[in-house]
């Protein structure tokens, strides 16, 4: 009984000096936090959330935050999950956790990110520009290295957003892009012999172009750079 008694208290004693290591872990990264030590902060609530099996949601996204601020983007996703299981700060972590997946260039990743965060979010101002900015820029990239699939994709992402400014540069980017297309094709028709079936492959780009640009303008009647390439194309197609 003696013996049972002193195993009973040494266990308590070990888990007492377990309580007190991560209440000092979590005060530490806390003042690390303050003082944006973000490194520091990190590793100290990294340590105090392992012992405590992540219950602290408040530490649970302030971990996430201070990876993040210390370019620790991989943590920083891993925790930002974790804040959005526990639905803390969930807009932000929605949005730090789509910020580290692009900082770690993992696309598809980031846009199924805002995706969930819209759809948690609807409208969310942050998520939707976040996507229309990141989405524009590799489009614009992914267009200019004549990956023109990966741009529509890419540019189609932005889509899902509220924001008229943004939806609508978006098809417009969509029209300008694949009208471009229709005339690179034409321009390269020099064999009078070929042309025929060069026009038809041109035309299949001019129309979707067209129901692009169509959108936009359903969007923002005022849109003069639409009005002008519809403009073109529907002579084109005319013709």
């Not at 025929?196 to 001019?206: I, L, N, P």
């Amino acid at each position: 009984m003696k013996k049972i008694v002193l195993l009973l208290a040494f266990c308590l004693s070990i888990g007492n000096v377990f309580a007190q290591d991560a209440d000092k872990l979590r005060d530490e990264g806390d003042a690390a936090l303050k003082a944006k030590n973000y490194a520091e902060a990190f590793t100290k609530y990294d340590g105090f959330l392992k012992q405590t099996n992540n219950e602290d949601a408040d530490r649970v996204f302030n971990c996430a935050f201070a990876a993040f601020q210390a370019k620790k983007y991989e943590d920083a996703v891993k925790y930002y999950d974790l804040a959005i299981q526990k639905n803390k700060n969930i807009d932000d972590a929605y949005t730090g956790k789509a910020m580290s997946l692009r900082n770690l260039n993992k696309a598809a990743e980031f846009t199924a990110t805002v995706e969930a965060g819209l759809k948690a979010k609807p409208g969310d101002a942050d998520l939707e520009k976040l996507l229309y900015v990141y989405c524009i820029k590799q489009g614009q990239a992914a267009q200019k290295g004549g990956k023109v699939a990966e741009a529509e994709e890419l540019y189609k992402d932005v889509l899902i957003v509220s924001n008229p400014k943004y939806k609508g540069n978006a098809l417009y980017s969509l029209g300008a892009m694949f009208y471009n297309e229709g005339a690179k094709i034409l321009a390269a028709a020099t064999d009078p012999a070929k042309y025929e079936a060069e026009k038809d492959k041109a035309d299949v780009q001019m129309k979707k172009a067209k129901e692009y640009l169509e959108q936009a303008l359903a969007i923002n009647a005022a849109d003069a750079n639409s009005k002008k390439i519809l403009d073109s194309i529907n002579e084109t197609l005319a013709k």
